[in-house]
């Protein structure tokens, strides 16, 4: 599969609480990005890491990335129920392509 | 600024017919993707143009998928003739280009195959 694997598949949690999705990918990258996608709706990038990084921050989101280990960890503190959606990792390799995990379906219930 | 815009939002063919999508990608963005989508799973990549040159068609099912992007500027993707299995999400998105961009999706075509 060209593809990478997130865990969990699903995750359900209270307002208020914290979501932790997790992200591996096969090779090695320039860069891995983080999508959401409500229901219905496009792909929207959230957060950009470079393979020279390890943590980055962004709002009520945080991004981890181990290159040694070929996985990187997004972080959505303080949840609400808008936050809800699938969420996406995205690798991309020096030649451009962008290759999407097969996403974690968050449901933050009120 | 227009975001990527996709057209039809929806379509429902039957088997064996010939079906078209059409992608405008944001102004100025040299790169564009076509991918597709299957319920619950994550986009799969089935061509990416740098402007008029397809540099990435590994995906694509050439037998009956075709994909063109005239000018470097908007793209068709063609299936000809579907199949029940192609049905999915058909997603275009597009970049600056280079390995640092981000890319923005358009709303994308639901197809069903019946």
């Known amino acids: 599969s060209q593809q990478g694997e997130e865990d969990p598949q699903a995750l359900s949690i209270q307002e208020g609480e914290n979501a932790t999705m997790n992200c591996s990918y096969k090779?090695?990258?320039?860069?891995l990005q983080w999508y959401r996608q409500n229901s219905g709706r496009g792909l929207v990038h959230l957060i950009l890491?470079?393979?020279?990084?390890r943590e980055k921050h962004s709002g009520r989101l945080r991004v981890t990335l181990d290159t040694s280990k070929k996985s990187s960890s997004l972080l959505i503190t303080a949840s609400r129920a808008a936050d809800t959606a699938s969420y996406f990792c995205?690798?991309?390799?020096?030649?451009?392509?962008?290759?999407f995990g097969e996403g974690t379906q968050l449901t933050v219930n009120p | 600024e227009a975001g990527v815009v996709q057209s039809p939002r929806y379509k429902i063919i039957e088997k064996k017919q010939p079906v078209a999508f059409w992608c405008n990608p944001i102004?100025?963005?040299?790169?564009l993707y076509w991918y597709l989508q299957n319920l619950g799973q994550g986009p799969e990549l089935l061509i990416r143009?740098?402007?008029?040159?397809?540099?990435?068609d590994s995906q694509l099912p050439k037998d009956r998928f075709s994909a063109e992007r005239l000018k470097g500027v908007d793209s068709t993707l063609k299936i000809q003739p579907a199949e029940l299995g192609d049905s999915a999400v058909y997603l275009c998105?597009?970049?600056?280009?280079?390995?640092?961009?981000?890319?923005?999706f358009g709303q994308g075509t639901r197809l069903t195959v019946v």
């Open positions: 995205a690798s991309r390799a020096s030649g451009s392509r962008l290759t």
């Open positions: 090779t090695s990258i320039n860069n």
């Open positions: 890491i470079r393979s020279n990084e």
């Open positions: 102004s100025g963005h040299n790169t």
């Open positions: 143009y740098e402007n008029e040159e397809a540099v990435d």
């Open positions: 998105a597009s970049s600056l280009g280079g390995p640092t961009t981000e890319a923005f």
